[in-house]
């Protein structure tokens, strides 16, 4: 397929030249501000105190690294699972309605960018506090007799981080059922498909490139969210994040906090590459329905 | 008769009263149809005509708003598409992109719980009517046009339905292509006795393909018939100016000859007469083919002044005006024509039985 590329005013394609002094600004961006700090610090990992990898044996070494780790990668799953049964319905729906519905729909799902991760976090806070709303309406339903613990636990973590990071499921779910053209729905119906086989043979396959563009988005983000995970997790049930902080800040420990770095970009890396090469990442990013 | 082709007995399809209204627009008013058995019926219409919303109904993707659709008996007004046994061949193929060529013509099989052998053995079958064996483990975006439309057909008849439903199935194919494809839709519709419904704008197509024709405007049948009747006796004015090139030339009609505006009294036969046609304000239509060339002064000849000259080859457009300013075109064969000039006056003669009269009326 041609495509017509980056057009310079007069209509012509640019050229390979232009196009790459067009994102140098990019690049010089994301080699300051990120692969900078991140190779100096994994080189901290290995040189302090002293030359080799003593700081990684230290992870390997004490069983409550490996579990922070293990704790983040579930909570990291369970929060993409959670948002993508979440976001589906809410992707179809927004696909299925028009006017005054969609842009509802939409403002519902784009309004939280306009309010800081910190303020809806702190929200859930509120809701979730001894003597908050959550608990009150359970007491009321009698489900409980006396308040019970919500904040400062990992199921506190899960529901807000989900609500943070469901937009980014919609999003790509959204963009793929509307690739999707209504004829195909119309062909499987005449072909005898009811409406819940055609969504499994139809609809889902044709959507899964969303699903899992959406998927790898909320699981990489989550695996090293901060502030929720801190402002809402219990101190003793800890994610990676945390972890790096805690210790470059209390303990200045900046050598140990690299390394798990390190083993954050590690999984990181090789989730992504897994996902590549499983569900092939270039069809993930459009192009083939 | 290819291996693979099962005669089935096409559906019989009775519609009547049928009514859509889309918010205050009626897409579709009380429109009436009876299409027998193994018939190949075209709805042929301008954009807006109501063509597809009757298609629509039909495939049970829209619910009529009035009226009742009975398929081989079987009151289907409100029956969900996946339970009519139709199949059905859309405008832009509509092949599932996720699956391949044998799998796409095996979906309808699968929805009918057939074994998995079954379900191969039957999609190579009808991929063998349409000519495509051997193209079954090709992905959809690797065929051309041509053969993905014959892949859609492929589907839509592989579980042999008694009706076929096609909308505008060929608009996407280039000239070529969509004439062979015309023949091929023939030759399966010969084959399997199916009965087809067939949406298209392309009048063309729809006389070359359908057993009989029905003409829509407003959401109402403004003609059905056979091709050639309805391009040599078009019901009405609507269907004349639809169907083909026709000269529309006013006139009075007195009750037993037509005044022309230029002063000319024509004495059709009563043949001619389409409908009722009162005393007062008519029309004279004639097809230009119908035309020849002579000298304006020639007996029954029309006089003109001729306008343009348009050399196509085998035939050649003369435009031609009369004295009270109505065009009149003729399409005359280019062989034996005199050198005529731009400017120049000409008669125009035709067959009596050329000649069509529409009363006011028939508008």
Redesign the interface.
């Known amino acids: 397929m041609s495509m017509a590329g980056f057009l310079q005013p007069d209509g012509r394609n640019l050229s390979k030249a232009g196009i790459l002094l067009l994102m140098a600004p990019f690049f010089l961006l994301i080699g300051f501000a990120f692969l900078y700090p991140l190779l100096s610090l994994l080189s901290i990992s290995v040189t302090e105190p002293q030359t080799g990898l003593q700081n990684y044996e230290r992870i390997l070494d004490t069983p409550v690294y490996g579990k922070v780790l293990l704790r983040t990668l579930w909570i990291a799953l369970l929060v993409s699972i959670l948002s993508l049964f979440l976001a589906f319905p809410v992707a179809m729906a927004m696909v299925s309605s028009s006017g005054a519905m969609a842009v509802f729909i939409t403002a519902c799902i784009l309004l939280p960018f306009w309010s800081s991760v910190l303020v809806r976090t702190a929200a859930w806070a509120v809701l979730l506090q001894r003597n908050g709303i959550v608990n009150d309406l359970l007491q009321a339903i009698g489900i409980i007799d006396a308040p019970v613990r919500l904040l400062y636990t990992q199921g506190a973590v899960v529901v807000a981080m989900t609500h943070v990071l469901m937009p980014f499921m919609v999003l790509p779910i959204y963009g793929a059922l509307r690739n999707i ?1 209504p ?2 729905g ?9 409406p819940l ?1 055609s969504f499994f ?2 609809t889902l ?2 959507a899964m490139p969303g699903v899992l563009g959406g998927f790898i988005l909320v699981f990489l983000t989550a695996l090293g969210y901060f502030i929720t995970p801190a402002l809402l997790g219990s101190p003793q049930e800890m994610m990676i994040a945390t972890l790096i902080s805690q210790q470059l800040r209390e303990f200045l420990d900046w050598p140990f906090a690299a390394a798990l770095v390190g083993v954050l970009t590690l999984f990181v890396t090789a989730i992504t590459l897994l996902f590549s090469r499983v569900f092939r990442f270039d069809r993930m990013l459009g192009g ?2 | 008769m290819a291996n693979g082709a099962q005669t089935t007995a096409g559906a019989e399809i009775t519609v009547r009263g049928l009514e859509k209204k889309f918010g205050q627009l009626k897409a579709v008013d009380d429109l009436s149809l009876d299409i027998p058995s193994g018939e190949f019926l075209a709805l042929l219409g301008p954009s807006g005509s109501g063509k597809s919303t009757v298609l629509m109904m039909l ?3 829209e619910v009529p708003t009035a009226g009742a659709i009975t398929i081989d008996g079987r009151d289907c007004t409100r029956l ?3 339970k ?5 061949v ?3 193929y ?5 699956l391949s060529v044998i799998d796409n013509v095996a ?2 099989l ?3 719980g057939a074994s998995r052998a079954d379900r191969r053995r039957r999609a190579a079958e009808a991929l063998e009517v349409v000519r495509l064996e051997g193209y079954g483990d090709r992905m959809p ?1 690797q065929l051309s046009g041509g053969q993905r439309q014959r892949v859609a057909l492929a ?1 839509a008849i592989v ?1 042999q339905p008694r009706l076929l ?1 096609m909308d505008e199935p060929l608009s996407a194919l280039d000239k070529n292509l969509r004439e062979e494809m015309q023949l091929e839709i023939k030759r399966l519709h010969s084959e399997l006795g199916v009965t087809v419904v067939f949406v298209t704008h392309d009048q063309g197509e729809a006389l070359t393909m359908a057993d009989r024709v029905a003409i829509l405007r407003g959401g109402r049948i403004q003609q059905i018939s056979a091709a050639r009747e309805l391009y040599e006796r078009p019901a009405n004015l609507f269907s004349a100016g639809f169907i083909g090139e026709m000269n529309m030339i006013p006139a009075q009609w007195d009750g037993s000859g037509l005044m022309l505006a230029q002063g000319d009294r024509l004495a059709p036969p009563e043949a001619a007469l389409i409908g009722a046609v009162p005393s007062g304000v008519a029309t004279l239509a004639i097809r230009p083919e119908r035309l020849r060339v002579s000298a304006p002064d020639a007996p029954g000849a029309l006089a003109a002044t001729l306008e343009e000259v348009v050399y196509a080859g085998a035939g050649t457009l003369l435009i031609a005006r009369l004295a009270d300013g109505t065009e009149i075109r003729a399409r005359v064969p280019s062989a034996g024509l005199p050198r005529l000039a731009e400017g120049e006056r000409i008669g125009l003669t035709f067959d009596p039985d050329a000649l069509l009269v529409y009363g006011e009326a028939a508008a």
């Open positions: 053209p004829d195909y119309r062909a499987a119906a005449i072909c005898g498909a009811g086989r043979e139809v396959p044709l083939q329905v | 495939a049970g993707f969900t598409p996946q009519r046994n139709i199949g059905m859309f405008q832009h509509s092949l599932f992109p996720h979906f309808p699968k929805m009918r975006s589907r579980y439903l």
